[in-house]
């Protein structure tokens, strides 16, 4: 009877563990077919990945190397192209020494799509989770060549701005208008071509960005710049005098005797004096006087006013008596004027008046 209840419970027992063992083997067949099955996919790129924006997800290691070269290597081996209206400058893949690392990038990927447990993979694969990875672009290039880039396009473009000018002549004054200049802001030009170049911008096509240059003085405020220019014309023996660029005057004159000629040029008044006395050259047909000075006064030359404009030269009043000389080549390199006319010049020329004489 003992014997009997012993072989009893032993039997129960192992119907009780039965269960277990079935469940155990399952287990471990489960194990070894997810083992398998990991082990098959070891070189597969899991779902979601890409590689610098390329989707590889479920890619081979060799299809998405097959896959990069032919997406995003081919489109990086463009060259990229600087515009700037209808010039252009370009920069190729050999000379900007592009290399990509397709393998490197792809390891990483592979490596990624490792990550995580054996399960965690597994339901991943078979239930179609995503890794949501971007495997970042590994590329080199030379910094010098878009260096070298940038700096043609500066010598192409840039221009310094011209400012406005007059420009006299014998039929009156010309000017020339002012100009905007040009330049290249280098610094983002340089990144703009890296961007395309590392396929971060939508073409591969860059227009440079420019900055305006604004003149010092532009055409409309040139006028308040010469509030007073005088032009001297020897063959009228014409005086002509521009308030603000515009004709305002016009006086006759004695100028230069031949071997004595008033001095053709751009000049400026230099000095002024009222009343001045006659400094004498000393120059050879000065005779007797040479060097001295002679004080104002009848035997004074020199009357009213003085405007030095080329060393001992200037614009000056003389005696009535000699009026009958303006209009001819009479004096020794001065520009002579009437009295009154030459008190009405000197009010509206302060130094520093420009005097072109041709």
């Given at each position: 009877m003992a014997a009997t209840s012993i072989g009893g419970i032993a039997a129960a027992g192992r119907r009780r563990m039965l269960p277990f063992g079935i469940a155990a083997a399952?287990?471990?067949?489960?194990?070894?077919?997810?083992?398998?099955?990991?082990?098959?996919?070891?070189?597969t790129i899991a779902p979601g990945v890409k590689i610098a924006g390329v989707p590889v997800g479920g890619l081979s290691a060799a299809g998405a190397r097959q896959k990069l070269k032919g997406e995003l290597v081919q489109h990086l081996a463009k060259p990229v192209v600087v515009r700037v209206g209808t010039r252009h400058w370009t920069l190729g893949p050999h000379?900007?020494?592009?290399?990509?690392?397709?393998?490197?990038?792809?390891?990483q990927a592979i490596s990624a799509s490792r990550e995580g447990s054996i399960f965690t993979r597994t339901v991943r694969n078979l239930f179609g989770g995503g890794l949501h990875r971007d495997i970042p672009l590994n590329v080199v290039y030379s910094h010098a060549a878009v260096e070298g880039l940038v700096a043609r396009v500066a010598a192409g473009v840039n221009r310094a701005p011209r400012d406005a000018s007059v420009e006299p002549a014998g039929t009156g004054l010309r000017?020339?208008?002012?100009?905007?200049?040009?330049?290249?802001?280098?610094?983002?030009?340089?990144?703009?071509?890296?961007?395309?170049?590392l396929g971060d911008a939508p073409s591969r096509v860059v227009h440079a960005p420019l900055q305006r240059r604004r003149p010092a003085i532009t055409t409309a405020n040139l006028a308040a710049k010469y509030p007073a220019y005088i032009v001297v014309d020897r063959a009228t023996f014409k005086l002509r005098f521009y308030s603000h660029l515009k004709l305002s005057k016009q006086y006759l004159i004695?100028?230069?005797?031949?071997?004595?000629?008033?001095s053709p040029g751009l000049y400026h008044i230099q000095w002024e004096q009222v009343d001045p006395p006659w400094y004498v050259p000393k120059k050879a047909w000065a005779g007797a006087l040479a060097g001295t000075v002679v004080p104002p006064g009848p035997a004074d030359p020199l009357k009213a006013r003085f405007m030095g404009f080329n060393g001992g030269a200037g614009i000056h009043g003389v005696d009535p008596s000699e009026y009958s000389s303006l209009g001819h080549n009479a004096s020794h390199g001065c520009v002579r004027m009437t009295i009154p006319d030459v008190i009405a010049l000197y009010s509206v020329s302060p130094v520093g008046t420009p005097v072109f004489v041709i």
């Open positions: 399952v287990l471990a067949v489960l194990f070894a077919a997810m083992y398998l099955y990991d082990h098959t996919r070891r070189d000379a900007a020494d592009v290399r990509v690392d397709v393998a490197a990038m792809v390891d000017t020339t208008p002012a100009q905007d200049g040009l330049a290249v802001y280098q610094r983002r030009l340089g990144a703009g071509v890296q961007a395309a170049l004695a100028v230069g005797m031949e071997g004595l000629e008033t």
